[in-house]
Nanobody, 124 residues
Framework: QVQLVESGGGLVQAGGSLRLSCAAS???????????MSWYRQPPGKQRELVAA???????NYADSVKGRFTIARDNAKNTVYLQMDSLRPEDTAVYYC???????????????WGQGTQVTVSS
């Protein structure tokens, strides 16, 4: 099993910036390899949506609503993915979740894990 711990959310004024981090670690006895990592968000009263994703080699894709404002990056040595959010807008207000796809070398199968979520609030 892979556990994800997110940090970096908070309250910011429109036009400001925040940086989210998500660190992955294995439970005792686990051996895994991270594949794609991504960030999702769930605005109040709405469904969860993909914000950005990055492959192990660094290829990225973004939701149209955040292109040019958000940047996803990862540090494979630290098993960590980041989301730099600039030019924030009130409509970016949401709970942001990290997701990791991985291969479990003990169970010999793919799996995925979600973080607990971190609140981002953008005031106008």
């Amino acid at each position: 099993q892979v556990q994800l711990v997110e940090s970096g959310g908070g309250l910011v004024q429109a036009g400001g910036s925040l940086r989210l981090s998500c660190a992955a670690s294995g439970t005792a006895g686990s051996i895994f390899s991270l594949n794609d990592m991504s960030w999702y968000r769930q605005p109040p009263g709405k469904q969860r949506e993909l914000v950005a994703a990055i492959t192990h080699r660094g290829s990225t894709n973004y939701a149209d609503s955040v292109k040019g404002r958000f940047t996803i990056a990862r540090d494979n040595a630290k098993n960590t993915v980041y989301l730099q959010m600039d030019s924030l807008r009130p409509e970016d207000t949401a709970v942001y979740y990290c997701k990791a796809d991985y291969y479990n070398f003990i169970e010999l199968k793919n799996g995925d894990s979600w973080g607990q979520g971190t609140q981002v609030t953008v005031s106008s």
